[in-house]
């Protein structure tokens, strides 16, 4: 497999314009190659389900430990799409819960 086509949502876009400099490539570099193999379990990303009080089944995440953040995501298997939903710092579950609201927002 050639790898998942990868899109933002506009505020993950945004997301990722306010990263520090240092650290935007070391993200855009996980993202990449987390789109060669994106699925759960032979995949890189970690499946999420519920997490405090959050439903984010279906969605998976990326974790880079050094940097403190988490990038979540969607996969659409029909279109072999991975929609970038969020990267942010993972304080609390506020991550998780602004997550939550972007899937609603856009259906995914």
Same mark, same amino acid.
């Given at each position: ?7 933002? !949502? ?17 993200? !855009?570099?996980?993202?990449? &190659? ?25 969605? =998976?995440? #990326?974790? !880079? ?11 659409? =298997? ?7 939903? #969020? ?16 899937? &609603? &927002?856009?259906? !995914?």
């Amino acid at each position: 497999m050639s790898g998942w086509e990868i899109k933002y !949502l506009p505020e993950a876009r945004k997301d990722l314009a306010e990263l520090n400099q240092s650290v935007r490539p070391e993200v !855009l570099k996980a993202i990449r &190659k987390v789109a060669q193999n994106p699925g759960y379990p032979d995949g890189y990303g970690k499946p999420l389900g519920h997490i405090g009080g959050t439903d984010l089944s279906g969605l =998976f995440k #990326i974790k !880079l430990k050094k940097a403190g953040l988490r990038v979540v995501y969607g996969l659409s =298997f029909k279109d072999d799409l991975m929609t970038i939903i #969020i990267i942010s710092v993972r304080a609390d579950n506020a991550v998780y819960e602004t997550a939550e609201k972007r899937r &609603k &927002k856009y259906g !995914l």
